[in-house]
């Protein structure tokens, strides 16, 4: 707003006295500001910067502690394909999280059609591509059926999610037979299945495909997020939805997209579970939906919707490798490593509250 | 008189068994400030939110320009023209300035950036903000990449408004622009109406506050049970006429 510098006896007769009021406007004492506040108010503006420093500090610590063997680029490299599964997950989940939702349902997704993918490329004698074309569409299917449920019917994402979990995980055993699909049957008449698991050395390091990919998955929805105007939609819809839809924005066809890109998201990531765990197993990542939701929440990215970057689960998916990594090497009871990530949890959001509070 | 810039004939909209709008009309003269005052349960919103798309009458017609129109959404009203200020202000806390002003119209980079991997033009979206902002005198706001829920009441506001006047060609609807603000913000507000009024677009004001209404309109539109009860003129008609005519206190006289 301008400031009338001597607004002219103009307007009501109580607003008269306006003139001679103090044109300052809420201004800020910059000077008073203790360096913890600084702090605060960098990070305010910065969310994905406490992942990082995070990142840095755990990395810096298990260093400390476990020594050189950690910090080989072997170690380095392991971490990064032992996380690509969840953390691919977590780009689907961070997505859908800035919409002020949650998916319950993302690594049954994920699962289902990995053995979709195998039945149809190795029992049906479907050529592979077109078996991984179809676990792609059924991924997408399968998001929007969650982004349906969410928008048309009006059902929470949580009730929806929770519900779908089931479902997938029924229909993932149903296909199955409760039965694994061996390795070497995939080797034999798939191996495009295992594309990921393939892997090339850079100075000592072991990068699989699958972690090239965790990359290219978090870079490409970034820059959806945040260089399109369709990622303006998704965070505005996931920010308050009544005032993007006042504004002009469709909101339901944003997030029946959102979920349907999820789920896409999803199928890629059971294409690259393949390679990283060699067979198809129906009963795998049963944990694979809370490990999402803990990379998202690590990440920094808020639970209420419409703030925090992507890249942030990037990191808590990192964040959660390191930890595990480290306290293994530094030979502690994996029950311990449970524990760690518990407190991880509750600690990020804590600071993520804390740095709320800042008034701009 | 001249032509009406946006008219409506016989509206009519019922909630089940409640009837908010009863046969209504409704006329904008270009270039006027035209207010609409009427008790709560009156019919305004519903009134409006016809005008701005965000309800389907169930009869009548309205015309802009002369042509019959009719929405589905806001959307359509407002690529029609018609832009509508929300009480609410329908801004997204958390994005930027600039990101609220082009929400559902952004642009774009031109050539291969643009048309293939959709990338926004923010130097482009952020030139043409600071320069509507600038034309309204709101460019004390130092960032226009700050985010929303940084700024006043009032520049939240001036914001809202400044959107709304950048894109409405035609129409804008100001829904109880100064309903949250105290007094000096009012006034800024009030100044700002004034400003875009100036500029030749017609304005449509809902509002209770009698002393801005008076200040403002060009004419008052007087709504009660669900129609337009009458139109006075605020140089002929005291506050104290309006408020009887609104509330039932006291009828038209016969025009």
Request: charged share 15%.
């Amino acid at each position: 707003m301008t400031e009338p510098t001597n607004p002219q006896p103009k307007g009501q007769d109580f607003e008269r006295v306006l003139g001679g009021s103090d044109t300052r406007v809420a201004s800020f004492a910059e000077t008073k500001r203790t360096p913890v506040q600084q702090i605060q108010h960098i990070l305010h503006s910065n969310p994905t910067l406490v992942p990082v420093i995070v990142l840095a500090l755990s990395l810096f610590v298990f260093g400390l502690i476990a020594g050189g063997r950690f910090f080989s680029a072997f170690n380095l490299s392991l971490i990064m394909q032992q996380v690509s599964i969840i953390g691919i997950l977590a780009a689907a989940q961070s997505m859908i999280i800035i919409t002020a939702g949650i998916d319950l349902s993302v690594a049954a997704i994920m699962v289902l059609m990995s053995v979709i993918m195998g039945k149809l490329s190795i029992d049906l004698g479907v050529p592979t591509p077109i078996g991984i074309l179809i676990g792609m569409i059924g991924g997408i299917g399968a998001g929007m059926m969650n982004g349906w449920f969410i928008t048309k019917v009006k059902l929470p994402p949580f009730i929806t999610t929770l519900g779908t979990w089931s479902i997938f995980f029924a229909l993932n055993l149903y296909l199955s037979g409760a039965q694994s699909i061996r390795s070497q049957d995939i080797d034999e008449f798939a191996p495009l299945l295992k594309f990921f698991g393939h892997s090339f050395d850079v100075a000592g390091a072991r990068i699989t495909y699958g972690s090239v990919l965790m990359v290219l998955v978090f870079i490409v929805l970034w820059y959806m997020l945040n260089k399109t105007a369709w990622g303006r939609h998704v965070y505005a819809v996931g920010d308050d939805k009544e005032a993007a839809d006042l504004a002009g924005i469709r909101s339901d066809r944003v997030l029946i997209s959102v979920y349907a890109l999820a789920g896409l998201v999803c199928a890629i990531a059971g294409w690259a579970s393949i390679g990283r765990v060699g067979s198809i197993s129906p009963q795998s990542f049963y944990e694979g939906n809370l490990q999402s939701i803990t990379a998202v929440v690590i990440g920094g990215i808020s639970l209420f919707g419409g703030r925090g970057s992507i890249m942030g689960a990037l990191f808590g998916a990192l964040i959660v490798g390191v930890f595990q990594s480290g306290l293994r090497m530094a030979g502690v009871d994996v029950l311990w490593q449970v524990f760690a990530i518990g407190w991880l949890i509750i600690i990020a959001v804590a600071i993520d509250q804390w740095i709320r509070k800042v008034s701009a | 008189m001249t032509q009406p810039i946006l008219k409506a004939t016989n509206l009519v909209k019922r909630y089940g068994r409640v009837t908010a709008l009863d046969h209504c009309d409704f006329e904008l003269y270009p270039g006027e400030i035209l207010a609409v005052i009427g008790d709560n349960g009156a019919g305004k919103s519903t009134l409006i939110k016809a005008l701005s798309g965000a309800v389907t009458p169930d009869e009548g017609t309205i015309e802009l320009e002369g042509k019959k129109v009719s929405f589905g959404t806001p959307l359509e009203a407002r690529d029609a023209g018609i832009e509508t200020v929300y009480q609410t202000l329908a801004l997204s806390p958390a994005l930027s300035i600039v990101d609220n002003m082009f929400v559902g119209r952004e642009i774009r980079k031109k050539g291969f950036m643009g048309s293939a991997l959709k990338m926004l033009d923010y130097p482009a979206m952020e030139e043409f903000a600071r320069e509507k902002l600038s034309e309204l005198g709101l460019m004390t706001i130092q960032n226009i990449n700050q985010a929303v829920e940084t700024l006043s009441g009032g520049q939240r506001q001036g914001v809202a408004v400044a959107r709304a006047a950048a894109f409405g060609s035609k129409v804008i609807i100001l829904d109880e622009p100064t309903a949250a603000l105290g007094v000096k913000e009012s006034r800024k507000v009030l100044e700002l109406i004034q400003d875009v009024k100036s500029r030749g677009i017609p304005i449509i004001l809902i509002s209770h506050n009698m002393p801005h209404v008076f200040e403002l309109a060009d004419r008052i539109h007087v709504h009660r049970l669900g129609k337009r009860l009458c139109v006075i003129d605020p140089k002929t008609h005291s506050m104290s006429d309006a408020v009887a005519l609104m509330t039932g206190a006291k009828e038209p006289e016969a025009a």
